[in-house]
């Protein structure tokens, strides 16, 4: 059987967005970072189809081992994704090379707009590295999450976006606003329609596991940390020091779906 894996290799950013885990739950950060030993140790002899590199706290292209990593999989045959604000710099080449697809998260087409959700990051430097990863022959997605500040922006954002050469361009909506960030004019609140008590679990449809830069691996990227997710800290989840044979035995598997937050985003 093939598997499917989201992983989180840094809990570092530079971004600050507001309603970022990692802003919002600083408490929770444990400084943690996957390395390429951990990564191929973990892997051996595990057929992973494919591998999306995202994060609750942190955000990959941060992670010392980044192009070792995506080396590995590269070479093991793995489809590879990366989602990223785009802002560091000097590694775009190695990801082209390594043929990985990479979603930039990018919100305005000025400074101004952009930044007042990704906080720490300079709109010229991510468009710059967006635009090296692309001419070196990457496939680049732009992923745009509208607000009440720059929805005016998001046609001039896919022209934008088609004139550099990204591949696709797609608007996201937010999970939550503030005064700064306001909810858009014409947004489709999704969780509207999550009013059923069947839950269809979206990861195991698709055969997909979440690892955090701490190694512990879970169902999905939704639950670590959640009020009544019991497991965020179990370290008998922990790929660092356990087979993955070993973690499916845990009991976790049977409870999927108990959990508030699998009625927030899997119920139908
Ligand atoms: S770029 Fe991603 S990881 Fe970084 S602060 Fe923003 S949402 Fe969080
Ligand atoms: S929230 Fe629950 S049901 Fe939804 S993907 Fe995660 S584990 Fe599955």
């Keep these: 059987m093939k598997y499917n894996f989201n992983i989180e290799l840094t809990d570092k950013c530079n ?14 950060l ?20 494919s591998v999306l590199f995202n994060g609750l706290y942190g955000d990959p292209v941060f992670c010392k081992d980044l192009i070792p ?39 305005g087409v000025t400074q101004e707009t952009h930044s007042k959700h ?3 990051t300079n709109l010229n430097t991510i468009l710059n590295n967006a635009q090296e990863f692309i001419d070196a022959g990457g496939r680049a997605v732009w992923q745009f999450i509208p607000f009440k500040h720059n929805e005016h922006a998001i046609f001039e954002a896919n022209i934008k976006a088609n004139g550099m050469g990204f591949e696709k361009f797609i ?4 999970r939550r606003y ?19 008590n069947t839950i269809r679990c979206k990861y195991m449809a698709d055969n997909r596991y979440q ?24 370290n008998s989840l922990n790929i ?13 598997w049977n409870e999927i779906g108990s959990w508030k937050m699998c009625r927030k985003h899997c119920s139908v």
Aim: hydrophobic content about 30%; charged content about 25%.
């Design 15 to 28: 971004a600050a967005c507001p309603f970022c885990d990692r802003t919002l739950w600083p408490e929770n």
């Design 30 to 49: 444990e400084q943690a970072e996957l390395t390429i030993s951990d990564i191929s140790k973990f892997f051996n002899g595990i057929k992973v189809s």
């Design 69 to 107: 990593i995506v080396e590995y999989f590269n070479f093991n045959k793995t489809s590879i994704e990366i989602a990223t604000n785009g802002s560091k710099k000097g590694i775009w080449k190695d990801l082209a090379k390594n043929n990985v697809y990479v979603t930039f998260g990018i919100d």
């Design 118 to 120: 990704r906080v720490g």
């Design 171 to 174: 608007s996201r909506s937010s």
């Design 178 to 196: 503030n005064e700064e960030c306001e909810q858009p004019g014409e947004i489709t609140e999704r969780r509207k329609n999550y009013k059923g």
């Design 211 to 234: 690892i955090m830069a701490t190694g512990r691996l879970h169902r999905c990227c939704y639950l670590p940390y959640t009020e009544d997710y019991p497991y965020s800290k179990d």
């Design 240 to 252: 660092k020091t356990h087979t993955f044979e070993q973690i499916l035995k845990h009991q976790m």
